[in-house]
């Protein structure tokens, strides 16, 4: 890999032109701000039918949530490790940006920094509030 992050960006429905760059920009400053310097990660950008489904199945909730991580740390035969993958509600995504006053791609930036705080093993549910501090010092300095 010579010390690089993959970033694949998939959209389920039509995608927001140059922002899948962006995401992958932003994907790689936050992991590299917090150390990782290699490996692969994936980011799905959904609706809020298929993050339902994913929230039943993973998590046992029947609604709709912004965001999803999925930790994988998995080594795949190249020998990268996959991170992880991040999936994203662009209809809850919007609500949130709307109801926040900024736009949908800043929403979006702001989940997918949590979420790969997630799949790097941060849990602002376990931890002291480390994870909230990291959150809004990598907002501060990437957005």
Same mark, same amino acid.
């Given at each position: 890999?010579?010390?690089?992050?993959?970033?694949?960006?998939?959209?389920?429905?039509?995608?927001?032109?140059?922002?899948?760059?962006?995401?992958?920009?932003?994907?790689?400053?936050?992991?590299?701000?917090?150390?990782?310097? $290699?490996?692969?990660? @994936?980011? &799905? #950008?959904?609706?809020?039918?298929?993050?339902?489904?994913?929230?039943? =199945?993973? !998590?046992? +909730?029947?609604?709709?949530?912004?965001?999803?991580?999925?930790?994988?740390?998995?080594?795949?035969?190249?020998?990268?490790?996959?991170?992880?993958?991040?999936?994203?509600?662009?209809?809850?995504?919007?609500?949130?940006?709307?109801?926040?006053?900024?736009?949908? $791609?800043?929403?979006? @930036?702001? &989940? #997918?920094?949590?979420?790969?705080?997630?799949?790097?093993?941060?849990? =602002?549910? !376990?931890? +002291?509030?480390?994870?909230?501090?990291?959150?809004?010092?990598?907002?501060?300095?990437?957005?």
């Amino acid at each position: 890999m010579g010390g690089r992050v993959a970033v694949a960006v998939r959209w389920q429905g039509r995608a927001l032109p140059g922002f899948s760059q962006q995401l992958r920009q932003l994907a790689r400053a936050t992991l590299q701000r917090i150390g990782i310097s $290699q490996g692969s990660l @994936a980011v &799905l #950008l959904c609706d809020d039918r298929t993050m339902e489904l994913f929230n039943r =199945h993973f !998590r046992r +909730e029947n609604k709709p949530t912004d965001v999803l991580s999925f930790p994988s740390h998995e080594r795949l035969p190249s020998g990268t490790v996959h991170l992880g993958d991040v999936a994203i509600s662009l209809e809850t995504a919007s609500r949130q940006a709307a109801a926040a006053g900024h736009s949908l $791609q800043r929403e979006v @930036a702001i &989940l #997918l920094i949590h979420g790969i705080l997630h799949v790097c093993g941060f849990d =602002h549910e !376990r931890d +002291e509030g480390e994870m909230e501090a990291l959150e809004r010092k990598l907002r501060e300095e990437l957005l």
